[in-house]
Every structure is written in structure tokens, then in C-alpha cells.
T-cell receptor
């Protein structure tokens, strides 16, 4: 079957760096997405990786290794507003998104 | 809003009642999607449509129905056959990069 794994919850300190991991097993691969979702709101798109390597966008970076079925989202200079759930999703061979359950990130002062 | 709107924000359903959730987009995109989100679970695909007058079942279509009579509109009906409808419903466009604000459905 198809599976996306990410930690349920993580805690970090304001101003620090945190890495949220995502591992996947899917039938085919057409890219990996990261989304941010604040409580009670819809997810918002953060990044898309289809080739191996690191993509940087301001304080957020996303890394992909297709051979390892692995990705991470790196958040630098954490701010209180970064407290949210972070969702990992993989586009499979049919271009359908398979979703992880999300990682709840708690930022402490 | 990413060019996609949903209404209402909250919806209450009585036992045996059908309810319809609205999803509208103003960017002339072909593909639209409906997802359901439950606490502690990943998003699950209910239905999707890639062209007017055509739609496909997702992983959990039972108890739901959709229509796509116009390109800009993709309403979802939660029928009385859906026994556990309480969830957060999300509509999305174009490879799910952009979501509407969502509708939270609660059962009275």
C-alpha cells in the first residue's frame, strides 16, 4: 500500500531551527509537497520538490532524496506564528496526492 | 483567497438530511478536488473533476455526490447515507496547490 510517515508532534524554541521529516512509499512519484496548516484553517502551499536536493525559500527549505523516499522541511529563525501543523504529500503515478497525517509544531518562547 | 471560495464556514446537519457544500473558483482552472480532513489523519480524497460534466470518485466517495455543470462550480452533497459526516471539508484547485477556506460540518 501507499504510506506517508511524519512525526505526530514536535516542540522547538523561538529563534531556533527545526527539521520535520517525511518518509514515503508510493506507487510512482511525481513530486512532494509541503503545506502549513494553522488550527481551524485550510492548508497553504509551502514547497514542491520533484528533483533531489534542497530548495530554499526564505526561512523555509525543503529537501528531497528520491532514492531514500525521504524529505524534510527545515524552518529557521522560528517565530511564534510558525506554530502550526505541517503536512507532507506525495503525487503518485496517477498524479493523485497521498497525504501524511501532519506534524504539529509547537513553538515555545 | 487563492481564487477559490467555500461556503458556508460552518454547517449543521440533522439526522437523515442531505446538505450541500459550495465551492467556487474564479481562475478558469479545469481541475477541482474535494477532501475530507479528520483529526489525526491525512486528507482523504472524496471526488475530483478535471473537466466540466465529468468527475471521478476518490478514496472515500460513498455517501457523497458531486456535480460539475459549470467550470467555476463544484458543489459537494453529503447525503444521509454518510453515517459519520462530522469533518472539515476542503475544496482545492489545480493539483491541490490551493485550497478554499474549508467548511466544518457538524451533526446535530
Amino acid at each position: 500500500g501507499q504510506n506517508i510517515d511524519q512525526p505526530t508532534e514536535m516542540t522547538a524554541t523561538e529563534g531556533a531551527i527545526v527539521q520535520i521529516n517525511c518518509t514515503y512509499q508510493t506507487s510512482g512519484f511525481n513530486g512532494l509537497f509541503w503545506y502549513q496548516q494553522h488550527a481551524g484553517e485550510a492548508p497553504t502551499f509551502l514547497s514542491y520538490n520533484v528533483l533531489d536536493g534542497l530548495e530554499e525559500k526564505g526561512r523555509f527549505s525543503s529537501f528531497l532524496s528520491r532514492s531514500k523516499g525521504y524529505s524534510y522541511l527545515l524552518l529557521k529563525e522560528l517565530q511564534m506564528k510558525d506554530s502550526a501543523s505541517y503536512l507532507c504529500a506525495v503525487s503518485d503515478s496517477n498524479y493523485q496526492l497521498i497525504w501524511g497525517a501532519g506534524t504539529k509544531l509547537i513553538i515555545k518562547p | 483567497d487563492g481564487g477559490i471560495t467555500q461556503s458556508p464556514k460552518y454547517l449543521f446537519r440533522k439526522e437523515g438530511q442531505n446538505v450541500t457544500l459550495s465551492c467556487e473558483q474564479n481562475l478558469n482552472h479545469d481541475a477541482m478536488y474535494w477532501y475530507r480532513q479528520d483529526p489525526g489523519q491525512g486528507l482523504r480524497l472524496i471526488y475530483y473533476s478535471q473537466i466540466v460534466n465529468d468527475f471521478q470518485k476518490g478514496d472515500i466517495a460513498e455517501g457523497y455526490s458531486v456535480s460539475r455543470e459549470k467550470k467555476e462550480s463544484f458543489p459537494l452533497t453529503v447525503t444521509s447515507a454518510q453515517k459519520n459526516p462530522t469533518a472539515f471539508y476542503l475544496c482545492a484547485r489545480e493539483m491541490t496547490q490551493y485550497f478554499g477556506p474549508g467548511t466544518r460540518l457538524l451533526v446535530l
